[in-house]
């Protein structure tokens, strides 16, 4: 037996918006949780007078793993929700295939450092509308309006309690990527 | 779902080793000059094998699970250990060649996975 590829997606959107759902239904395992220190820097940001702390913050970081042949697996790895943590993102989309940022229309300025993260930083990104029982509250050219994102990005609507939806929203990513990539071979 | 994740190894998790202060396991160190992505599969080599019994506690942990490869992320959840003594410990089993590390190499100048890749990828998830 080989050593599979590794390949990698993130899944970013705001504090409690599904993305360990999501997570948990695509993987074929529990999903596990890695934790990162904090880097000295954030951790100065990150002190409103705890003094007493000497352990210094950690970030914890939920992921699950997909096998999509025997010589490659799939990591997801969903991103801390709070923005004190996004010194985490870089190491987290570094030569990840893209992100699937996870949308509740009823928090959409949730996700906004999300899509800025993932746009300043050139990462391949879908938006998905989690849908919540299925119900679709705000359009998707609403979405699109509300978020300001550009027109070639992406966006779909999924629900992260169900594997079918997640994986067809992952399809459209890796879609979206496969786009980047023949335009960025072009240009 | 699959069976090909390890089992994973009770004497990692419950092990009392790491109720010791983590980057006491690392000497203090917090990086490694080994370049180790999240993602990045490890995988114990022949070499690792025959020592594991020689190995500290904490590396003979690694050398246990990633018997059958594991990420370096999976190598940090299932010791209990932050990620980077994680990449510590990995990179020195890397240069003592006690395991060996696998990652992306087919990749666009943006370090991303590249068409052909995504392409079999694209193919994975359809038929999940």
Known sequence: MSTPIPVKIVVAGGFAVGKTTFVTSIS???????????????????????????KGTTVAMDFGRVALSPELVLYVFGTPGQDRFHFMWDELVRGAIGAVVLVDTNRLDDCFPAVDYMEHTNVPFIVAINA??????????????????????????????????????????VRHAMTVAATAAVG | MTTSGPARPASAAASPT????????????????????????????????????????????????????????????????????????????????????????????????????????LEGLQSL
């Not at chain 2, 059958?68 to 060649?97: C, F, M, N, R, W």
């Open chain 1, 28 to 54: 074929d395992i529990e999903p596990l949780t890695t934790e990162a220190a904090m880097t000295k820097v954030s951790e100065e940001v990150d002190h409103l007078g705890d003094a007493t702390s000497k």
């Open chain 1, 132 to 173: 919540f029982d299925g119900i679709l509250r705000h359009h998707p050219d609403d979405v699109r309006e509300a978020l300001d994102v550009p027109h070639h990005v992406p966006i779909v609507v999924t629900d992260a309690r169900n594997r079918a939806a997640v994986r067809d929203s992952m399809v459209s990513l």
């Open chain 2, 18 to 121: 790491f109720r010791v202060r983590p980057y006491t396991l690392t000497g203090g160190r917090t990086r490694t000059e080994v370049e180790l992505g999240l993602e990045t599969q490890i995988r114990t080599t022949e070499q690792g094998m025959r020592r594991a019994g020689m190995l500290a506690l904490e590396l003979r942990d690694i050398v246990e699970i990633c018997r059958q490869p594991l990420s370096v992320a999976e190598v940090s959840a299932h010791l209990h250990v932050p990620l980077q003594v994680a990449k510590v410990l990995v990179g020195d089993l890397i240069t003592s060649g006690d395991v060996a590390s696998q990652a992306v190499v087919e990749t666009q100048q943006s370090g991303r996975p590249d068409i052909q890749l995504l392409e079999r990828v």
